[in-house]
């Protein structure tokens, strides 16, 4: 096993021994808690871009009262513009994330023959195929793979990123699909730790390895941790 291999099982060892993470923190584990359907998931996922995941959790749900509790591909395109931004509104950037909506929309009424099969294609399909609707990046088709179809991916936000840079699990000017696919191979694409380990490293990045003040003095990873052997050593 190479040293990085030993880091990453060790990370995550030491951070299931001190998060428990809650279910209204995350969009994915809440949307997953409900049993929503593909369509709705993808919804809430596109929500959360570039916001928090209470506020894209507020947005989902005053979007599907907005439609009556029916969020679905029809209910979406069958109403205007303004009352979708105006229930969205919460989550920032309404009039992009509409668009991004509207198009995802779109794909799913165009698209249903194919949607059923998404299970059985493999992650690097489907990522294909969505990565071609607007507003759908690497990593709400990860999360989507991942959480939702339980299928290898590794998604990376800003928090799992910076921790990763920090620790030197990978080089500072790495790809999104370079981080991606180390962590899948360190974790031979075993879904329930690649579930794990992005959830706690969000955690992580959110309670102590935080963007501006890192709290390395209290963290539990500073001896495997490059950027906090600096801080130690000062
Ligand atoms: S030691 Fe500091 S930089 Fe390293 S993971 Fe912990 S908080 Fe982040």
Redesign the pocket.
């Known amino acids: 096993m190479s040293s990085n291999e030993n880091i990453v099982i060790e990370v995550l060892k030491r951070l299931e021994s001190v998060y428990r993470p809650k279910l209204e923190d995350y969009v994915a584990l809440n949307l997953l808690k409900l049993n929503v359907s593909d369509f709705e998931f993808l919804v809430g996922v596109v929500l959360s871009q570039n916001t928090s995941d209470r506020n894209a959790l507020r947005a989902f749900n005053a979007l599907k009262k907005e439609l009556g509790n029916s969020l679905s591909p029809e209910s979406i395109l069958n109403t205007p513009l303004e009352k979708l931004e105006n229930a969205i509104k919460c989550s920032g950037l309404a009039r992009r994330r509409v668009r991004a909506l509207i198009a995802l929309a779109k794909w799913f009424k165009e698209n249903s023959e194919l949607i059923e099969r998404l299970r059985v294609l493999k992650s690097e399909e489907i990522r294909k195929l969505l990565m071609e609707v607007y507003g759908i990046g690497p990593k709400t088709v990860d999360v989507y793979i991942l959480m939702k179809l339980g299928k290898p991916a590794f998604p990376i936000d800003t928090h799992i990123r910076?921790?990763l840079l920090?620790?030197g699990v990978v080089p500072k000017s790495s790809s999104y699909n370079y981080i991606s696919t180390t962590i899948m191979s360190i974790l031979n694409n075993d879904v329930t730790l690649l579930k794990e380990l992005h959830v706690l490293l969000i955690e992580?990045?959110r309670r102590?390895?935080?963007a501006r003040k890192?709290?390395?003095k209290?963290?539990?990873?500073?001896d495997?941790?490059?950027?906090?052997?600096k801080?130690n050593s000062q």
């Open positions: 910076r921790v920090r620790l992580h990045g102590v390895c935080k890192p709290l390395c209290q963290c539990v990873l500073i495997l941790c490059q950027y906090g052997a801080i």
